[in-house]
């Protein structure tokens, strides 16, 4: 999933003795380890799942993504319609809780295009002062298939408040020239 060498692990194994064939002409179709349909076929559930958890905490959630820079397994862009200045936070630990895998947890506006990689950084890099809207969860569980977790799956999960502060509103206003 991530790219690397997983520990071994005892998995399930079938040996046929005979085959039928219904159909002419039958295509075999096999799943690719760590290709990105075994990557988007394993995360997929999760997006509901954390979607559900995050609707419970901020009822005004958008839009839950698996991104495929994370392995579509371990980090998750979250937009939502910020009613209160603590609806990030209360995302991020939802979406964390939710799923016990993920590392990391964006959440954005929903001015931006959370199916873009580009534009949850620009979200980043303009609406983030890292002492207040970045938390950091150390030493609780993570994923297996995170190759710096713990021996004991332990790892450090964080998450980013990338939405904009009702403090100043006015200065987050996107302005675009010709696009």
Known sequence: MTDTYDIIR???VITLSKMHIVKENPVY????PAGFEHKLLQGLPQEPRIYKSVKNAVPTV???????GG????????SINKQTEGDGKNAIMAALSAHPSLKHAVVVDTDVDVFDPQDIEYA??????SDVDVMIVPNVRGS?????????????KMGIDA???FKNIEKFERVSFGE
């Not at 980043?124 to 002062?129: G, L, N």
């Not at 297996?144 to 450090?156: H, K, Y």
Request: hydrophobic share 40%.
């Open 10 to 12: 005892d998995q399930p």
């Open 62 to 68: 958008e839009t839950v993504v698996l991104t495929e």
């Open 144 to 156: 297996s298939l995170d190759p710096v977790a713990e021996s004991d799956g332990t790892t450090t």
């Open 163 to 165: 939405t904009k502060s």
């Open 71 to 78: 392995c579509c397994w371990l980090h998750a862009a979250i």
């Open 29 to 32: 179709h096999a799943i690719i």
């Open 124 to 129: 980043i890099a303009t609406r983030v002062k």
